[in-house]
């Protein structure tokens, strides 16, 4: 079946989410902050730092402020190089505000998360807020927002050499963000779909999600939802995961998928 999702949902997901980042970091001292995490070239203290940025941003889109915010953002980041994307932007951010102490940035990390649940959770779900690729839906950002989180939980995690949960709560709006945002992702690439693109992904506890469009599929992928998480978060390759993708459009989802701009 194909989940509905939710506002209230998406917001608890968000919630649990940054209450597993937190338990992994609120004990860490200055060297454990500043520990590599699985961002290369960023520490566990760049990560908060970078999560910190883009839950303000997205305070400031519910608030009206999103273009001077990102103003701001881009201000901070200095001289953008021609062919930049936004990853480039972002690692720039961070860069420029590199060097405050851990135990501030993580009081900076916490003190967006709560605001960010405070605006997202005084929105409609449909309530059109600007983000970084367009205008967005509250939902679809909230959505984001997970999907960034928990991608940068992973980071942390790594570097720590610990565990993270695969929550069916938190994969399942990641999965059906990866797959609405297909289309978009293609586009950017340059490329056209040859038609409609559907998953057939087992959740951790052994059910089945069915993403799929009222037309029949082209191009149908397969797999345990976490690999298609991972995959989409641009964390592990496709060759190193149990998906399989066939139909004409298979290679280019793998390769495209994406749970961010």
């Not at 399942?172 to 609405?180: D, G, H, N, S």
Request: proline share 6%.
């Amino acid at each position: 079946m194909q989940p509905t999702q939710t506002m209230d949902g998406i917001l608890a997901a968000l919630a649990d989410q940054v209450d597993e980042l937190d338990r992994l970091v609120r004990d860490l001292d200055e060297a454990g902050l500043g520990l590599p995490s699985r961002c290369p070239g960023w520490s566990i203290s760049d990560v908060l730092l970078h999560v910190a940025q883009t839950n303000e941003m997205t305070v400031a889109s519910v608030e009206g402020r999103f273009t001077e915010e990102a103003a701001a953002f881009g201000n901070r980041a200095g001289s953008v190089p021609p062919g930049s994307d936004v990853n480039d932007l972002a690692g720039l951010a961070v860069a420029a505000e590199r060097g405050r102490s851990g135990k501030e940035v993580y009081d900076r990390w916490r003190a967006s998360s709560t605001a960010q649940a405070a605006a997202l959770g005084a929105c409609e779900a449909g309530t059109r807020l600007p983000w970084v690729a367009g205008d967005l839906a509250a939902i679809t950002l909230a959505t984001t927002r997970l999907a960034e989180t928990w991608i940068h939980t992973g980071d942390v995690a790594g570097g720590l050499d610990r565990d993270v949960t695969s929550s069916a709560a938190r994969l399942q709006p990641i999965a059906r963000l990866a797959w609405r945002t297909l289309p978009y992702a293609f586009s950017s690439a340059g490329k056209v779909m040859a038609g409609p693109v559907a998953l057939q992904l087992t959740a951790p506890d052994g059910a089945v999600w069915e993403f799929a469009s009222d037309e029949p599929a082209a191009t149908t992928v397969s797999g345990p939802a976490l690999d298609f998480c991972l995959v989409a978060a641009r964390r592990v390759p496709p060759s190193e995961t149990a998906l399989v993708a066939t139909g004409p459009d298979g290679a280019d989802v793998l390769d495209l998928v994406r749970t961010f701009a």
